[in-house]
């Protein structure tokens, strides 16, 4: 069964910083490419970053030199540091694992709440 767990979420004033993890289970992590998406209110869930299992990323236009994608092989978990946050930034941010035979599993998402 797989399963991705997100957290460190939370409150942040604007210009502060968040690093959000993803513990995944049950897949071949390191085979596995993996994203940060994410979905304010009102609006279509967005992609914010990915990583190869080869470790290339990729960003979206608007987090690009403030969010940082990485991952750790040896502990199955993808990190997103989240530097100068700004309120635009208010979302459910989910994890994504883009497995094999073109399997696609979500974590629950976790809130990131930024005050002006």
């Known amino acids: 069964q797989v399963q991705l767990v997100e957290s460190g979420g939370g409150l942040v004033q604007a210009g502060g910083s968040l690093r959000l993890s993803c513990a995944a289970s049950?897949?071949?992590?390191?085979?596995?490419?993996m994203g940060w998406y994410r979905q304010a209110p009102g609006k279509q869930r967005e992609l914010v970053a990915t990583?190869?299992?080869?470790?290339?990323?990729n960003y979206a236009d608007s987090v690009k030199g403030r969010f940082t994608i990485s991952r750790d092989n040896a502990k199955n978990t993808v990190y997103l540091q989240m530097n100068s946050l700004r309120p635009e930034d208010t979302a459910v941010y989910y994890c994504?694992?883009?497995?094999?035979?073109?399997?696609?599993?979500w974590g629950q998402g976790t809130q990131v709440t930024v005050s002006s």
């Open positions: 994504r694992a883009d497995a094999r035979w073109l399997n696609i599993y």
């Open positions: 049950g897949i071949i992590f390191s085979a596995t490419a």
């Open positions: 990583v190869t299992s080869g470790g290339s990323t």
